[in-house]
């Protein structure tokens, strides 16, 4: 199985801040990769699929970057809304899985 | 309006069983790969099950496999998650969600495994 490692588990940022969260794959995955935006008791929200496109409706302050084993997920100004836990998820093969999540929390 | 509505959660005794469903709407069910999710309190996101458009090709994760059977009609748009000798470990909010990287989901439906 592939295993996702998120760093950090959790972020300390303030309003404006440029946040960048890692996840790292045990094996090659090449762009299969997404990122979710999950707020307390409201299913996960696709921000990013293939590594780099954005989800229709995100805002462009989200992008997303890498390939292989190591990506990365930015969010170039922080807003009151962004304030979250993020996972990222490989689908390059079965069983698809999920990073443990990174909180952001408000500094 | 495209959405995915999950039924079929509640309280079962360790062993015992229960049929989760998930009900799409205004979109092509039979076009996408579906998935069941779950997420146990206060935990990360787990990727359960995966069924192809057409039901020919079902994928598990290893914690539940032979436990858990993935389904779906498309005439009825609808998918299925039926699980046995649950376990307290199955405890979660179960998702349902559309294609490999999952850009609908449910709201989810709660399933508490206690005697």
């Known amino acids: 199985d592939i295993q996702m490692t998120q760093s950090p588990s959790t972020l300390s940022a303030s309003v404006g801040d440029r946040v960048t969260i890692t996840c790292r794959a045990s094996q090659t995955i090449s762009s299969w990769l997404a990122w979710y935006q999950q707020k307390p008791g409201k299913a996960p929200k696709l921000l990013i699929y293939k590594a780099s496109t954005l989800e229709s409706g995100v805002p462009s302050r989200f992008s997303g970057s890498g390939s292989g084993t190591e990506f990365t997920l930015t969010i170039s100004s922080l807003q009151p809304d962004d304030f979250a836990t993020y996972y990222c998820?490989?689908?390059?093969?079965?069983?698809?899985?999920f990073g443990q999540g990174t909180k952001v929390e408000i500094k | 309006q495209v959405q995915l509505v999950e039924s079929g959660g509640g309280l079962v005794k360790p062993g015992g069983s229960l049929r989760l469903s998930c009900a799409a709407s205004g979109f092509s069910f039979s076009d996408y790969y579906m998935s069941w999710i779950r997420q146990a309190p206060g935990k990360g996101l787990e990727w359960v099950s995966c069924?192809?458009?057409?039901?020919?090709?079902?994928y598990y994760a290893d914690s539940v496999k032979g436990r858990f059977t993935i389904s779906r009609d498309n005439a009825k748009n609808s998918l299925y998650l039926q699980m046995n000798s649950l376990r307290a470990e199955d405890t979660a909010v179960y998702y349902c969600a559309r294609y490999w990287y999952f850009d609908l989901w449910g709201r989810g439906t709660l399933v508490t495994v206690s005697s």
């Open positions: 998820q490989q689908y390059n093969s079965y069983p698809w899985t």
């Open positions: 069924i192809s458009s057409s039901g020919s090709s079902i």
